[in-house]
């Protein structure tokens, strides 16, 4: 079978190598449909990641059909359409044994600790597996995974209809995050430095935009809410001050919800969390969100389609991540497609 071997940074390897086998009885062969690029994987193809390892086949956004079932699987059947959970976790440490296996002390991540889906077939175990409605096109399921992590962002918020929440950033992440947060009721301001993608949020659901580049991000949003500030305020921007800023602009009480993986310091005045009794948290990944995603789409609540601006053959890899580095402004999302 084909595989994209990322053997160090920005040297992608398309090779042959044997497909995978079954290793246990609930283990379960899957070919790969569809798979995306998210940021993270530019990351990861840039040598920028902090967690990732080489060689790696990258790839956590992976859906497929179930070609072959080991002896002990009744999840699923051959045929089925899956989406794989990216999230692999011990069980046994602290966060594992209070429900929180995203953040397992000893995780490992499809497709940036261990082998992701940048390939023809992928061996899992069958509780990694999610059945997708079989009507809904391979290329919009791959969508499941980064609403998955918005619904993470969502959870971690505990966001209700009386919130006000402030999404920093309307890239693909904080569009998937506003199409999660409108499922609450809440009321939704988004802030953005680019016209578009503002226009874009407001299609999606954002209540109010505010363009950063053209006012004072802080000012416009408390105008918006009394004075007050928001009561929740999600990063998904992850730029060296948004951490401060958001810290500033929220209400006394209000959570602020942490996405990025940045490293650098980012200076936050304790006062502003003290003070305010500010509630920061962070968000990785998702703990138990396919199924939310899934039956959100499946109750006509949740839109996947007209995410994906391009779909590519998985062959010309190479061509999809050389289109991310020139930068084209058309490109929202890049799935790779398989045969
Ligand atoms: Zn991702
Ligand atoms: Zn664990």
Do not use: W
């Not at 429900?99 to 509780?127: F, I, S, T």
């Not at 948004?242 to 942490?258: K, P």
């Amino acid at each position: 079978m084909k595989q994209l071997l990322t053997k160090k940074p920005l040297e992608l390897v398309m090779g042959d190598v044997p497909q995978p086998a079954l290793q246990s009885p609930g283990d379960v062969l899957v070919k790969i449909k569809a798979a995306g690029i998210c940021g993270s994987d530019v990351h990861i193809y840039h040598g920028t990641s902090p967690v990732a390892t080489y060689p790696r086949v990258m790839g956590h956004e992976v859906v497929g059909v179930v070609a072959e079932t080991g002896p002990g699987v009744n999840r699923v059947k051959t045929g089925d359409h899956v989406i794989i959970d990216q999230v692999i976790s011990c069980g046994h440490c602290y966060p594992c044994s209070i429900g929180r296996p995203n953040v397992c002390c000893h995780l490992n991540v499809r497709g940036v600790h261990v082998d992701g889906g940048y390939r023809e077939y992928m061996v899992a175990d069958q509780a990694a597996l999610h059945l997708l409605p079989p009507e809904l096109p391979f290329a919009d399921a791959i969508m499941i995974e980064p609403l998955s992590i918005a619904f993470q962002a969502k959870a971690r918020a505990q966001i209700t209809a009386q919130d006000t929440v402030l999404v920093l950033g309307a890239g693909a992440l904080g569009k998937s995050l506003i199409k999660a947060i409108q499922l609450t009721g809440s009321t939704v301001i988004v802030a953005d430095i680019v016209e578009e993608r503002l226009n874009e949020a407001l299609r999606l659901g954002a209540h109010h935009a505010v363009n950063a580049s053209q006012q004072d991000m802080i000012a416009a949003v408390r105008k918006l809410t009394g004075g007050y500030g928001p009561t929740v305020s999600i990063d998904g921007a992850g730029v060296a001050d948004s951490l401060a800023q958001l810290a500033e602009v929220t209400c006394n009480a209000g959570r602020v919800i942490t996405m990025a993986f940045l490293d650098q310091p980012s200076p936050v005045a304790q006062l502003k969390i003290t003070a305010k009794e500010l509630d920061i948290r962070g968000s990785r990944l998702q703990c138990h969100k396919f199924a939310e995603v899934i039956a959100a789409y499946r109750n006509k609540q949740l839109d996947l389609s007209g995410l994906v601006s391009h779909i590519i053959p998985f062959a010309d890899a190479q061509k999809a991540f050389d289109m991310i580095d020139a930068k084209d402004p058309a490109i929202q999302k890049i799935v790779l497609v398989f045969d």
